[in-house]
Nanobody, 120 residues
Framework: QVQLVESGGGSVQAGGSLRLSCAAS????????MRWYRQAPGNQRDLVSS???????TYADSVKGRFTISRDNAKNTVYLQMNSLKPEDTAVYYC??????????????WGQGTQVTVSA
């Protein structure tokens, strides 16, 4: 079984920075596209950023220029560097990834989420 575990959330003041990590463990044969989503109370879960296995990245307009996604394939880990944080970035951040566990096709896995709180 594959698990995704997020870390790095916390509370910061506006303008501050946080770095989220998402480590995949278990039976991993191939590590595909990885994504960060976020969900604020009462809102739907929105895509924040994604990165393909060869490093192509996308960002939501609201975080462009402030957030950077990266990955370390040797460590099966994806990161989200968040700078110039705003109160509206407050949410639970979820890692989502496509992992081939040896079944020869990708399955989608979710982490448990990590809280990010930005105060004004």
């Amino acid at each position: 079984q594959v698990q995704l575990v997020e870390s790095g959330g916390g509370s910061v003041q506006a303008g501050g920075s946080l770095r989220l990590s998402c480590a995949a463990s278990g039976r991993i044969y191939r590590f595909g596209a990885m994504r960060w989503y976020r969900q604020a109370p009462g809102n739907q879960r929105d895509l924040v950023s994604s990165i393909t296995s060869d490093g192509h990245t996308t960002y939501a307009d609201s975080v462009k220029g402030r957030f950077t996604i990266s990955r370390d394939n040797a460590k099966n880990t994806v990161y989200l560097q968040m700078n110039s944080l705003k109160p509206e970035d407050t949410a639970v951040y979820y890692c989502n990834g496509e992992v081939d566990d040896g079944s020869y096709y990708y399955r989608s896995y979710w982490g448990q989420g990590t809280q990010v709180t930005v105060s004004a």
